[in-house]
């Protein structure tokens, strides 16, 4: 996350994280020994808990003001799914 920005208005905001390399590597045993003791079925856990400490420990530096953010493309139009659909011959 330390080399992570927002730019809003031409104004960049900087992301820092603030995990110490114990913190990470004991979040990454405890995440490898809950996915091979659940045989792959805490996955989803794992990768929850990796959410969760990555939001905690990361920091925005700035006077950010959330409010002022605007969808860039307002009309975004991705034909992603269609194609899917017609590659497995689908018809909804």
Do not use: C
């Amino acid at each position: 996350t330390d080399h992570s920005y927002l730019e809003l208005n031409d104004e960049k905001f900087y992301f820092h994280g603030g995990a110490t390399t114990s913190e990470v590597f004991s979040l990454m045993l405890g995440n490898m020994l809950l996915i091979i003791f659940t045989l792959g079925i805490g996955t989803p856990w794992a990768i929850v808990r990796s959410v969760k400490f990555t939001l905690q420990n990361t920091m925005l530096h700035g006077a950010f003001d959330p409010t002022a953010i605007e969808q860039t493309e307002p009309e975004f139009n991705d034909a992603t799914g269609d194609m899917l659909l017609d590659a497995l011959d689908l018809d909804l």
